[in-house]
């Protein structure tokens, strides 16, 4: 999750590789006994105080990150000429909403 974490702003996941990355991680621990074939996938990405797992989703980790880059970027802009002018270029596309709007699933 590292990885991804560390590339979700800068490298373009499409949603098929994401979906894959999340269906590889489920047959991983499914293969070394840490998910039972017929578990329930939704239960495993609940937070552990709603009774789930509290595995995160490949999905939802980049979408926050591309958040957050989006948040400082939208910041930075105003003291750094250089980020200026790649925010007037939308070099960042797409993630228009605020960090906390994606952490609140709205």
Excluded: F
Aim: aromatic fraction near 8%.
């Amino acid at each position: 999750m590292s990885v991804i974490t560390y590339t979700a702003g800068i490298i373009d996941w499409n949603k098929k590789e994401i979906q894959d990355l999340d269906r590889m991680t489920r047959k991983t621990m499914n293969m070394y006994g840490g998910l039972h074939q017929k578990a329930d996938t939704h239960r495993l990405y609940l937070p552990r105080k709603e009774d789930g797992r509290g595995l995160r989703e490949v999905a939802a980790t980049v979408r926050s990150q591309c958040a957050g880059l989006q948040e400082y970027i939208s910041k930075a802009k105003e003291k750094d000429p250089l980020i200026e002018a790649v925010w007037k270029h939308q070099a960042i596309k797409g993630y228009k909403r605020k960090k906390e709007t994606w952490k609140s699933g709205k």
